[in-house]
């Protein structure tokens, strides 16, 4: 597995999960299973769906939790750099 693409896909489908819902962590979590990784030729598909599950899981085990601490727990920063 490519680390470097799994973490930039982690991070790239996380922000685009915050800026789809209204920030609550239930709306990124349902906005997170309305994805899906699709294509027999999809670049890094392992890497994606991984990363897509990864944070599926985090947002919902943990929704009960400040979203600082999710992010913190999959290592994404919302800042840029």
Not at 10 to 35: C, F, M, P, Q, T
Not at 47 to 60: S, V
């Amino acid at each position: 597995m490519d680390h470097a693409a799994y973490q930039n896909y982690l991070e790239k489908i996380v922000r685009e999960a915050i800026a789809h819902s209204d920030g609550a962590n239930a709306r990124i979590s349902e906005y997170l299973w309305s994805l899906q990784v699709r294509g027999l030729f999809t670049p890094h598909k392992y890497e994606k769906q991984r990363a897509l599950d990864e944070a599926r899981r985090a947002f919902d085990e943990h929704r009960h939790w400040p979203q600082e601490i999710i992010l913190s727990h999959l290592g994404v920063s919302l800042k840029e750099g």
